[in-house]
């Protein structure tokens, strides 16, 4: 029997080494420390009594023996304003004995709600979570978040007059309508937080009247990202967009700042002008005036997916607007500018399209479309014309007597693909080397998907604007300003790389 003995006293030897690595062998050694993902976990801009949205942070233990957290907590206790889950613990005064194996990782979530604090002005909170290990070693990670009291509207609606001051954020849910016969004024400084959704429908007027220090902005109510590269501001789709329908007259945007919507402006038989804004990063067309009287001029719109600009009939005149598609978000995308005299079969007269010292570009080698009515329907208005600007279209052999009553539209213009379009295409280093599309601007794309569309020295765009629409806007969208002879096409005058903002 003795060597069977043997043998069971082995098994169990091996047993119980089994169970004590089972069990974990931690270290108590000081120097073995945990290693945070993040040392401060920061939230962007947080609305008081809205909750943020969750962060996440890995803890890596990258000791070869496993540590024990013996317990951590919030500084601040009970009053901090952080919520904490800790390995799937959620912490609740002092969360106890959270093992991290060697050569392993935990999970940390982390968010905050900001009480209000009746301040205008963004106030930062912070606190701080503190590990104390088995060891007696102790290490602390910092919470920080900047709590912005908001107005609060649900479905609101103007019914007379009223003006929205720029003295906090309002956070729009449902839509905000301007009823007939009221006007509602967005005083320069006012920003407007769309919940997901959420639309501004005007009915009435509508006067946006920001300034170049204070601008309108029109956004979504997300502040947080989607990565730490990408905040969600810089997205499209977080939020309608507006609507302005055939009863309203007067509408006016002047620097006002909307972006990251699900459409622009759709303004649908009715009136509007647009000085000194930008137009930004939407899912659906930048502008979409349907028979309307629309009047843009200074102005940036850019990144869309449906089509930075579309019209079907109506008057609409652009000065010195650049239009830009290099929407990023699907491979599918319109063009920059698109208009038409007939949708559905049925005539929309287009009783003028004038583009004086514009902009418009884009990815593709060919942006501008226009569709005019055939047939019976041959004699239908379609009055367009462009002067002074930087074209990207695609008009066929110069030589062709067929093109020759597109080229009529186009007097004193520039078209920055031309080349690709002639009879002996360029080699693919020489195609490399023409400036259009993108290389128009400067730093394009530096900033990840924080476009820029300042003109690069070396763009078309430069010196061909004609002077009568020059005399009218004498400084450019940013305040510089703009010679009357010479000047650039676009809503930008070309400044040396040293004067440009950071």
């Known amino acids: 029997m003795k060597p069977f003995l043997s043998i069971a006293t082995l098994l169990a030897a091996f047993f119980l080494a089994a169970c004590s690595d089972f069990d974990g062998d931690f270290t108590t050694d000081p120097s073995a420390t945990l290693t945070f993902e993040k040392d401060t976990i920061r939230f962007d801009t947080v609305f008081t009594t809205i909750g943020s949205s969750t962060k996440r942070v890995k803890i890596y233990n990258r000791n070869s023996k496993d540590v024990r957290i013996a317990n951590v907590r919030l500084a601040q206790g009970e009053q901090s304003l952080f919520r904490i889950n800790v390995d799937g613990h959620y912490l609740s005064g002092t969360q106890s004995d959270i093992e991290v194996l060697a050569k392993d990782s935990i999970f940390l979530f982390c968010e905050v709600t900001v009480d209000p604090r009746d301040s205008d002005t963004p106030i930062l909170v912070r606190d701080s979570l503190i590990f104390q290990l088995q060891s007696g070693r102790q290490q602390q990670m910092i919470l920080e978040a900047y709590g912005q009291d908001v107005i609060i509207l649900h479905a609101p609606s103007f019914e007379t007059d009223a003006t929205l001051d720029a003295a906090r954020p ?128 200074n102005s940036q719109i850019s990144n869309a997916q449906s089509g930075c600009v579309h019209l079907v009939g109506g008057a609409t005149q652009m000065v010195h607007t650049t239009i830009a598609q290099f929407y990023p978000w699907n491979a599918w995308y319109g063009k920059a500018l698109s208009f038409t005299n007939i949708e559905n079969d049925t005539i929309y007269p287009l009783q003028q399209a004038d583009f ?147």
């Not at 997901?196 to 204070?214: D, R, W």
């Not at 009863?247 to 000194?276: K, M, Q, R, V």
């Not at 019976?376 to 074209?391: E, P, R, S, W």
């Open 356 to 502: 004086r010292n514009c902009l418009i570009t884009g990815m593709t080698k060919d942006e501008i479309q226009g569709t005019k009515a055939e047939g019976d329907n041959l004699d239908a208005a379609f009055n367009v014309l462009f002067t002074g600007c930087l074209v990207n279209i695609d008009l066929g052999d110069a030589n062709d007597p067929e093109t020759a009553e597109s080229r009529a539209l186009f007097q004193y213009c520039v078209n920055e693909t031309e080349p690709f379009h002639q009879k002996h295409k360029p080699t693919e280093k020489e195609a490399n080397d023409i400036v259009w599309g993108r290389k128009n601007f400067y730093r394009f794309g530096a900033t990840g998907y924080a476009y820029t569309f300042e003109l690069d020295s070396l763009s078309q765009a430069r010196g061909i604007g004609l002077t009568p629409a020059a005399t009218a806007y004498p400084t450019d969208r940013l305040g510089r300003p703009r010679p009357a002879t010479n000047s650039d096409a676009g809503c930008y005058q070309y400044t040396e790389p040293e004067n440009h903002d950071n």
């Open 170 to 297: 309002y956070l729009i849910y449902d839509s905000l309508v301007v009823a007939p016969d009221a006007t509602l004024t967005l005083a320069a400084g006012t920003t407007l937080c769309f919940h997901s959704g959420a639309t501004l429908q005007v009915h009435g007027t509508l006067q946006s009247l920001g300034t170049l220090e204070q601008p309108v902005t029109l956004r979504g109510d997300r502040t947080d990202r989607m990565f730490d590269n990408l905040p969600y501001d810089l997205l499209s789709a977080q939020w309608g967009g507006i609507r302005i329908f055939p009863e309203s007259t007067g509408t006016t945007f002047d620097y006002t700042d909307l972006h990251a919507a699900t459409w622009g402006i759709h303004i649908n038989e009715a009136e509007c002008t647009i000085l000194n804004s930008v137009i930004h990063n939407v899912d659906g067309y930048g502008i979409e005036a349907r028979n309307a009287l629309l009047y843009v001029a």
